[in-house]
């Protein structure tokens, strides 16, 4: 017969065990490149330090826009835990305008294409 102190001691462990395990890559990356995000999204990287890659909506009428051209970025990013992340084709901040629209260039945001 198990004593309680017994059955607590194997409870408690196998509750802290998941918690020590380290992260694995794919719990936290959303994206490595465009073709990654579904149809409408793209793959974008954030200004700050250690951004996490994450597909994003495609900008709508009447949001912000980067004007001209924009390109992509090839890059090879290294984070705090040691993981090493290459993305290729991602966009820096903002996705692009959604098809059928195009960045203004004055007012910088998305409009609807003229016919």
């Not at 802290?16 to 999204?41: F, H, K, L, M, V």
């Amino acid at each position: 017969m198990m004593t309680p102190i017994f059955v607590i001691s194997v409870f408690l462990f196998a509750l802290t065990c998941p918690c020590n395990a380290q992260a694995d890559q794919s719990d936290y990356i959303r994206c490595q490149s465009n073709t990654e995000c579904q149809p409408g999204y793209c793959c974008t990287i954030g200004a700050m330090r250690y951004s996490i890659p994450q597909c994003k909506a495609m900008q709508k009428e009447g949001e912000i826009c980067r004007p001209g051209n924009v390109s992509t970025l090839n890059v090879t990013l290294g984070y705090p835990d040691g993981s090493v992340l290459t993305l290729k084709d991602v966009y820096y901040i903002l996705c692009p305008c959604a098809d059928g629209l195009s960045c203004d260039i004055k007012e910088g945001v998305c409009n609807k294409l003229s016919e």
